[in-house]
């Protein structure tokens, strides 16, 4: 198992930037794929980004592309979401996920029923 917890969140002005954390405890950090998900209120849960295993490969959701990076450090057992360039439409509460499912292919990535474990979420706030 693996537990997870967000920080980062917080209030930036548009066109801003903020780097999320999720921070990872178990010692099979490295054989989860990982996701950050979005939830805004009255809207569905989005994946905005997601890497693989092998910490190289990355996608992302098009809203973000060219203003969000996500990034993992086995070494701290952490994934990271580079956020720059912050949007009116980027707020919401920003969820880490980890998958155990070594069969994922392509958009498995950015469904969230192929998460097993999430943190709490950690609230991003953007000021016109």
């Known amino acids: 198992q693996v537990q997870l917890v967000e920080s980062g969140g917080g209030l930036v002005q548009a066109g801003g930037s903020l780097r999320l954390s999720c921070a990872a405890s178990g010692r099979t950090f490295s054989s989860y794929a990982m996701g950050w998900f979005r939830q805004a209120p009255g809207k569905e849960r989005e994946c905005v980004a997601a890497i693989r295993r092998n910490g190289v490969t990355t996608s992302y959701v098009d809203s973000v592309k060219g203003r969000f990076t996500i990034s993992r450090d086995k070494a701290k057992m952490t994934v990271y979401l580079h956020m720059n360039s912050l949007k009116s439409e980027d707020p919401a509460a920003y969820y880490c996920?980890?998958?155990?499912?070594?069969?994922?292919?392509?958009?498995?990535?950015?469904?969230?029923?192929?998460?097993?474990?999430w943190g709490p979420g950690t609230q991003v706030t953007v000021s016109s």
């Open positions: 996920a980890a998958s155990s499912n070594v069969y994922l292919t392509g958009s498995d990535y950015s469904r969230q029923d192929r998460y097993d474990y």
